[in-house]
């Protein structure tokens, strides 16, 4: 009996052994996906980049721009968080601040409304001269039809909720990708603090910026771009 005990003490250590051993497989996988783990950017590349994220209408519903804006402050890439509204004015100060030298790559990220805005300030920083390197559009409300366009632009939406995938115009130059994150338990007013989406976010915006050395080039359309009608005030604002 007793080298029977010995033989299924030493198994059941062996399984749990195994077990052990597959975990470990399995939480090395999740630390080196692309998807949630990226070499952080240079400290030069950081600090020449300006990251604008607009939040929704009433600055309460999208509060999980401001934990990816401290995220991205603590990589020390400076951030302004400001409601969708502000869109045009934050474009010009975008423009003055790329002119003067002290902003080489802008990135923006919008939710709800302020995603719905993100075509309207991509177009105005392009009218200006002033490239956008990446555009993060969280569940847009509204059809947005991209005219003009960043290097690249992610729209992600919740395709059985209210959001709305982007559309390209004819002759849309820049890469365009709809996600459709339907059937991941997240919600229209949750996106933007999901912390799945947020570090989607982060590392999108931290590989753009190590690709940033080719800086992008101001997307113009023939005869000059004009600036597409803001979508607050040709729509009520939902959030």
Do not use: C
Not at 41 to 55: D, E, F, G, I, N
Not at 135 to 153: H, N, P, Q
Request: hydrophobic letters at 45%.
């Amino acid at each position: 009996m007793r080298p029977n005990g010995r033989h299924t003490a030493g198994a059941s250590q062996l399984s749990a052994l195994r077990v052990w051993a597959l975990g470990l497989l399995l939480l090395s996988a999740v630390a080196i996906s692309p998807s949630t783990a990226q070499a952080a950017p240079s400290q030069a590349a950081a600090a020449t980049t300006h990251v604008y994220l607009l939040r929704g209408v009433l600055n309460i519903f999208s509060l999980g721009l401001d934990t990816i804006g401290a995220r991205l402050q603590a990589q020390g890439i400076p951030v302004t968080v400001a409601n969708f509204v502000s869109w045009s004015s934050l474009a010009d100060e975008a423009a003055t601040a790329y002119r003067a030298g002290r902003i080489k790559t802008i990135i923006l990220v919008g939710h709800s409304s302020g995603a719905t805005a993100l075509p309207d300030m991509i177009a105005k920083l392009n009218q200006l001269g002033v490239p956008v390197k990446l555009a993060i559009g969280l569940d847009s409300v509204f059809k947005t039809k991209l005219s003009t366009g960043a290097e690249r632009y992610i729209n992600i939406y919740i395709g059985d909720g209210p959001g709305e995938p982007v559309r390209a115009a004819q002759g849309l130059r820049g890469k365009l990708d709809n996600v459709d994150v339907r059937g991941t338990g997240v919600g229209h007013i949750s996106i933007d603090k999901n912390e799945a989406i947020q570090r989607r976010v982060i590392a999108e915006i931290d590989a753009a910026i190590m690709r940033s050395r080719v800086p992008a080039a101001p997307v113009a359309e023939p005869g000059g771009p004009r600036p597409a009608r803001a979508a607050a005030a040709t729509a009520p604002a939902r959030n």
